[in-house]
T-cell receptor
Framework: GAGVSQSPRYKVAKRGQDVALRCDPI?????LFWYQQALGQGPEFLTY????????KSGLPSDRFFAERPEGSVSTLKIQRTQQEDSAVYLC?????????????FGQGTRLTVV | GENVEQHPSTLSVQEGDSAVIKCTYS??????FPWYKQELGKRPQLIID?????GEKKDQRIAVTLNKTAKHFSLHITETQPEDSAVYFC???????????????FGKGTHLIIQP
């Protein structure tokens, strides 16, 4: 079946512009995670959802970052007034909920470049 | 929260030799330790994981060992091949629910280079 799909794959934004990044998780996956991966670094947790509920947003760097998953499927990560330090790859992952079925499947990411 | 340290940052081995990557974690309650492989420009993909009720797990040329007392775990790749060249990340659960259900804390990655 289809894996986790993210769009766009690449986004160039002028500093100060707002952007929206989309994630389509694997069908039936209850949990959805957003990570930020800076160049040469490991993914860093931003936020996650269980169905439509945002259970933890402690990793969001500032109040310019906002994520939603209104119907418990597709999720959007929005960054307002982008700044150069926001440049990174934004990865989405989904998983089945539960203590034994928690393998996280990643999308290919959106590479955001703020100029 | 969980803190994961990974080393080395770069590892170069001759094709056919073995490679070992090591990670330490801080939260003694952590119970799930996955390893992800990420090729250049591609998504991270799970290659093997281990849960805290076992000390070792093998899958063909890949093995992971876990020492709960010392809070470290290692990835072992034997008979390395050119297609093993990639960045490898270890991870541990970042939240109290266990199993990575609250997300993962990743190490900084190891760039594995297989020399022909």
């Amino acid at each position: 079946g289809a894996g986790v799909s993210q769009s766009p794959r690449y986004k160039v934004a002028k500093r100060g512009q707002d952007v929206a990044l989309r994630c389509d998780p694997i069908s039936g996956h209850v949990s959805l995670f957003w990570y930020q991966q800076a160049l040469g670094q490991g993914p860093e947790f931003l936020t996650y959802f269980q169905n439509e509920a945002q259970l933890d947003k402690s990793g969001l760097p500032s109040d310019r970052f906002f994520a939603e998953r209104p119907e418990g499927s597709v999720s959007t990560l929005k960054i307002q007034r982008t700044q150069q330090e926001d440049s990174a790859v934004y990865l989405c992952a989904s998983s089945l909920v539960g203590r034994t079925n928690t393998e996280a499947f990643f999308g290919q990411g959106t590479r955001l470049t703020v100029v | 929260g969980e803190n994961v340290e990974q080393h080395p940052s770069t590892l170069s081995v001759q094709e056919g030799d073995s490679a070992v990557i090591k990670c330490t974690y801080s939260d003694s309650a952590s119970n799930y330790f996955p390893w992800y492989k990420q090729e250049l420009g591609k998504r991270p993909q799970l290659i093997i994981d281990i849960r805290s009720n076992v000390g070792e797990k093998k899958d063909q040329r890949i093995a992971v060992t876990l020492n709960k007392t010392a809070k470290h775990f290692s990835l072992h790749i034997t008979e390395t091949q050119p297609e093993d060249s990639a960045v490898y990340f270890c991870a541990a659960p970042r939240g109290p629910r266990g199993g990575g259900a609250d997300g993962l804390t990743f190490g900084k990655g190891t760039h594995l280079i297989i020399q022909p």
